[in-house]
């Protein structure tokens, strides 16, 4: 037997009271002789034993009804008689994932899913504590009657969610409900993708029952990708897109929702979509919103897909000797591309690209550490006259590999990429010193990424300065894959008017956004940011990033490719799902079912019993009955 409300037994002590008023009444006084009473005296005398009797019973009867009504108090729980069910702590994980939006039968599968999750709420009772937790870790709480609401308020994702990461979190609410049973109930589609997961749940004594709602098999279209190349059209461009489609199926492709290209992709497998090019031009400027759309089908959620592109003229660049040959050839690279443009020293636009001890630089610059440790002083020189809060330090030799601060760490960054275990043989380690010939209302320190403990690469207003010379004596910087589109985008991100694209999927969680003051919706509206981290929101589309007014980037969300192959999820592959879950739980007691009044009864078996509120109150409320019958004989 166990207790919810333990601190009430306390009123147990009242059973002393009718104790304490019993002795009382049989303390003796003095007698004094009353000849008008001397028959009842005697009357009484005759009487006595069936007084005796009749008084222990009220007391006794007093007792129970305070003990009863005490222990009523304390909330007992026990599993004594094997009906209905002792209070559960139950958390049900509700599989929202976008392929749960798939209709077969004439019904959505989210349907099912919900109306299963209804039926175990509605066999809940008030000693119950419970909880819905969505694929998308997303948890809600309260009564029976405001999680059935709730419920019916629930939509599928955009994406696949994390059902993992939403078993865990279920298995941490049912366990703090204890003494309550707990118990962990899902209830899913089945789709496979779901399933798949680097880490394996532990419950442990907990018990998981889940349940896949199968149907029909369907045929489902799908875009899979679409990739705009670049991120940057001037003005003109061009789309890459793949469609897994069973036969062949007519797509369209619009820019801010005018449709601006139509054509047929043929047939093609989830696992070898058809891919497509489409080369554009676009006669508007700035950010503009994209999709690639097929007609509906099954599935509707995946059949359009986002990708956003900025149409601007290139950044300008001013080359200087000093950066190196690498520096000069990754630049070069870029203009012969067309995604930069030579520029002049006199145009105030233009980025100065070269070495730090160079004459003549001028913000915006991107700046590297002299090859000759002799220019060092000069290399100061020119930044405490730029206005530039940092120096280079003594030189430091031996092989270090760079890192990338946490508060940096987005990993859809070019930087991130670039710099993260970059070795680094030869640095000069950056010094922030906002004196010395730094400008008043200097920039924060903005620190990319650090070699040895100390900065190596930083990033303020209008400079990005790196510690070490871009030669393969000095570090691997130079020969990383990622070192270009890192140098394009410092030229148009940092030092440039560009703002950065992010492609990521519903729920996920984005850092480094510290530019940001608010996220403009696909309907216009603009929700205020503050910090750098963001959510990102669980409907797919593209969200713009704004500072102010402007526009300075782009959240592309789209779902995971594989939540569109649906394969599987039909109602005979619960053998699959079983198997799948039991991949992704451990546990003492994980059971599958495929039949949903066996996955009710197995939720509450583990509660098997009841609680003993009413039938103590019943027995506090029969006791006084009793003791007024009896006093009032």
């Known amino acids: 037997m166990a207790f919810l409300a333990p601190a009430f037994l306390a009123l147990g002590l009242l059973a002393g009271v009718p104790v304490l008023v019993h002795f009382l009444r049989r303390r003796i006084g003095r007698t004094v002789a009353f000849p008008a009473v001397r028959y009842l005296a005697r009357m009484e005398q005759e009487h006595s034993k069936d007084l005796k009797l009749k008084n222990r019973l009220l007391l006794l009867l007093r007792i129970i009804a305070c003990l009863a009504l005490a222990l009523a108090a304390a909330r007992p729980i026990a599993?004594?008689?094997?009906?209905?069910?002792a209070p559960v702590a139950l958390a049900l994980v509700i599989d929202n994932s976008m392929s749960s939006g798939v209709v077969a039968d004439g019904r959505a599968r989210f349907d099912s899913v919900r109306a299963e999750a209804r039926r175990v709420l509605n066999d809940l009772s008030g000693d119950d504590r419970a909880w819905l937790v969505t694929a998308d870790g997303r948890v809600i709480g309260g009564a029976p009657a405001a999680l059935t609401e709730a419920l019916t308020a629930m939509t599928p994702l955009g994406g696949r969610g994390n059902l993992t990461l939403a078993t865990q979190r279920a298995l941490g609410l049912a366990r703090s409900g204890a003494p309550r049973t707990p118990v962990v109930a899902l209830v899913s589609d089945g789709q496979r993708s779901e399933f798949v997961s680097d880490s394996v749940v532990d419950a442990g004594p907990i018990p998981i029952v889940a349940l896949t709602v199968g149907g029909s098999a369907?045929?489902?279209?799908?875009?899979?990708?679409?990739?705009?190349?670049?991120?940057?059209?001037?003005?003109?461009?061009?789309?890459?897109?793949?469609?897994?489609a069973n036969t062949t199926t007519p797509w369209r492709l619009t820019l801010d929702g005018r449709t601006v290209a139509r054509g047929d992709a043929p047939a093609a497998t989830m696992a070898a979509p058809a891919r497509i090019t489409q080369k554009l031009a676009s006669t508007g400027s700035g950010w503009m919103r994209g999709s690639v759309e097929l007609d509906a089908d099954a599935l509707r959620a995946d059949d359009t897909r986002w990708f956003a592109i900025r149409v601007a003229p290139p950044p300008m660049v001013v080359v200087r000797n000093e950066g190196g040959p690498f520096l000069s050839a990754a630049?070069?690279?870029?203009?012969?591309?067309?995604?930069?443009?030579?520029?002049?020293?006199?145009?105030?636009?233009?980025?100065?690209?070269?070495?730090?001890?160079?004459?003549?630089?001028?913000?915006?610059?991107?700046?590297?550490?002299?090859?000759?440790?002799?220019?060092?002083?000069?290399?100061?020189?020119?930044?405490?006259?730029?206005?530039?809060?940092?120096?280079?330090?003594?030189?430091?030799r031996g092989q270090v590999l760079a890192r990338v601060p946490s508060a940096n760490a987005d990993t859809?960054?070019?930087?991130?990429?670039?710099?993260?275990?970059?070795?680094?043989?030869?640095?000069?380690?950056?010094v922030y010193s906002p004196g010395g010939g730094a400008a008043t209302g200097a920039p924060a320190p903005d620190t990319l990424a650090t070699a040895g403990g100390t900065p190596w690469v930083v990033a303020g207003a209008g400079y990005v300065l790196?510690?070490?010379?871009?030669?393969?004596?000095?570090?691997?910087?130079?020969?990383?894959?990622?070192?270009?589109?890192?140098?394009?985008?410092?030229?148009?991100?940092?030092?440039?008017?560009?703002?950065?694209l992010i492609e990521t999927v519903p729920g996920a969680t984005i850092t480094?956004?510290?530019?940001?003051?608010?996220?403009?919706?696909?309907?216009?509206?603009?929700?205020?940011?503050?910090?750098?981290?963001?959510?990102?929101?669980?409907?797919?589309?593209?969200?713009?990033?704004?500072?102010?007014?402007?526009?300075?980037?782009?959240?592309?969300?789209?779902?995971?490719?594989?939540?569109?192959?649906?394969?599987?999820?039909?109602?005979?592959?619960?053998?699959?799902?079983?198997?799948?879950?039991?991949r992704l739980v451990r546990g003492e007691d994980v059971a599958v079912m495929r039949a949903a009044p066996a996955w009710r009864s197995a939720i509450f078996a583990h509660a098997a019993g009841q609680a003993l509120l009413l039938p103590l109150v019943a027995l506090a409320?029969?006791?006084l009955l009793a003791e007024a019958y009896l006093s009032g004989r």
Not at 340 to 366: E, F, K, N, S, W
């Open 79 to 85: 599993r004594l008689f094997g009906v209905g069910h």
């Open 218 to 244: 369907v045929a489902n279209r799908a875009v899979l990708d679409a990739r705009p190349d670049p991120v940057r059209w001037t003005p003109s461009g061009s789309v890459s897109l793949a469609v897994a």
């Open 331 to 396: 630049l070069g690279t870029l203009v012969d591309e067309g995604r930069l443009a030579r520029g002049t020293p006199a145009d105030a636009r233009a980025v100065m690209v070269g070495g730090a001890d160079a004459d003549g630089t001028r913000l915006p610059v991107l700046l590297t550490a002299p090859a000759d440790p002799l220019r060092v002083g000069d290399a100061n020189r020119q930044l405490a006259r730029l206005n530039i809060p940092w120096r280079f330090g003594a030189i430091a």
């Open 412 to 430: 859809t960054s070019p930087a991130v990429r670039a710099f993260e275990g970059t070795p680094v043989r030869l640095r000069y380690p950056l």
């Open 466 to 500: 790196i510690g070490s010379p871009l030669e393969p004596e000095s570090t691997d910087l130079p020969l990383r894959a990622s070192f270009v589109p890192w140098v394009l985008e410092s030229l148009a991100r940092r030092l440039g008017d560009d703002g950065r």
């Open 512 to 582: 480094g956004l510290r530019e940001a003051t608010g996220l403009e919706q696909p309907d216009g509206k603009v929700v205020p940011l503050s910090g750098d981290r963001l959510t990102v929101p669980a409907s797919a589309g593209v969200y713009f990033l704004r500072r102010q007014a402007a526009r300075i980037g782009a959240l592309v969300v789209n779902a995971e490719p594989e939540e569109s192959d649906v394969a599987g999820m039909a109602q005979d592959n619960g053998n699959a799902a079983a198997g799948m879950l039991a």
């Open 621 to 623: 409320l029969a006791a």
